[in-house]
């Protein structure tokens, strides 16, 4: 699976959007990109994932580029909830359910 | 109504001990799986089973030994536990289906000492 790249924390303010990068400029043509989050003290929460079309959910909006090598996590309207570390993960999508989690963004929302 | 849950939430015991974590899911889902979340924070991969079949081992201790019932069960035991093996053991399922996404239960924190 591609390694991925995300800075180490970011900060939003509350009411805004959160705009988290991912670089996975090694990303094969059948991998796609998922979001996890991982809020303090819980198990990871799948937030979206996609193969090269833009995605939106009704918690978040995945861009990614044409070339495929980065993408965003779009969280638009930020809340203190919302603080956690997010994960950028490119896997195949086989189904061996095996996730190669980095450090991630850790993201936190001031009021 | 909890999806995934894990019992217990925390875990205390002695080195030399051997100890089980249960998870349990109400999903439907085929797939289950156990990842560590060592003290660096990092989340890696243990073991996945499919409809009570192994199907990833990621080179754990043989001291690690999932045992799956039935398909909406994954128990882990451990075997002679080490200080090395504190950490967060997060179980978790999915849909066999290709690339679906994991339901991750909240975590069972183990402390050896």
């Known amino acids: 699976d591609a390694k991925t790249t995300q800075p180490p924390s970011m900060d939003c303010a509350e009411g805004r959007a959160a705009n988290l990068p991912c670089n996975h400029s090694?990303?094969?043509?059948?991998?796609?990109v998922y979001w996890y989050r991982q809020i303090h003290s819980q198990g990871p929460q799948y937030i979206i994932h996609g193969l090269k079309n833009n995605e939106t959910n009704e918690m978040a909006s995945l861009i990614i580029t044409e070339d495929r090598k980065s993408s965003t996590l779009i969280l638009p309207h930020a809340t203190l909830r919302d603080t956690a570390v997010y994960y950028c993960i490119v896997r195949v999508g086989d189904n061996t359910g095996k996730l190669i989690f980095g450090q991630g963004t850790t993201l936190q929302v001031k009021p | 109504d909890t999806a995934v849950s894990q019992t217990p939430k925390y875990l205390v015991t002695q080195m030399g001990n051997d100890k089980s974590i249960k998870c349990e899911q109400n999903?439907?889902?085929?797939?289950m799986y156990w990842y560590k979340q060592d003290s660096k924070k990092f989340l890696k991969i243990m073991f996945s089973?499919?409809?009570?079949?192994?199907?990833i081992n990621e080179t754990v201790p043989n001291r690690f030994s999932p045992k799956s019932p039935d398909k909406a069960h994954l128990n882990l035991h451990i075997n002679s536990l080490e200080l090395g093996d504190s950490a967060v053991y997060f179980c978790a399922s999915s849909p066999h289906s290709a690339g679906s996404p994991l339901h991750f239960g909240n975590g069972t924190r183990l402390t050896v000492t």
């Open positions: 089973y499919n409809n009570k079949e192994l199907i």
């Open positions: 999903l439907g889902h085929d797939t």
């Open positions: 090694t990303i094969s043509g059948n991998e796609y």
